[in-house]
């Protein structure tokens, strides 16, 4: 499995971006999946999952109640949709699916597969 996050960008304060995460191979819909993201000089964080149907996710503190992540198995792709964006939400973002399970994760090193990752930049 190949994934590719494309959609960051920069923008101002209380702005939005999607985020998409496009994957190959048939058997990505099958795989739970996440964001995450790592600001220089900090720790690569968690910041939404999802389950291999989009009905159960799960998000980052920082987050909550202005991202939400979906997918389209049609299109084997995960969104992330980021309203109300602060310039700490500033990173570069990650897309990451774990071939082993199909619920929800939201541990770093539960994931196997990992996007290039998007810069985010949002502006005061």
């Known amino acids: 499995v190949q994934l590719q996050a494309s959609g960051g960008g920069l923008v101002q304060a209380g702005g939005s971006l999607r985020l998409a995460c496009a994957a190959s191979?048939?058997?990505?819909?099958?795989?739970?999946s996440g964001w995450f993201r790592q600001a220089p000089g900090k720790e690569r964080e968690f910041v939404a999952g999802?389950?291999?149907?989009?009905?159960?996710?799960a998000y980052g503190d920082s987050v909550k109640g202005r991202f939400t992540i979906s997918r389209d198995n049609a299109k084997n792709t995960v969104y992330l949709q980021m309203n109300s964006l602060k310039p700490e939400d500033t990173a570069v973002y990650y897309c990451?699916?774990?071939?082993?399970?199909?619920?929800?994760?939201?541990?770093?090193?539960?994931?196997?597969?990992w996007g290039q990752g998007t810069q985010v930049t949002v502006s005061s």
């Open positions: 191979g048939r058997t990505f819909s099958t795989y739970a």
């Open positions: 990451a699916a774990d071939r082993d399970r199909s619920w929800v994760q939201t541990t770093l090193s539960d994931y196997d597969y």
């Open positions: 999802t389950s291999w149907s989009g009905r159960t996710t």
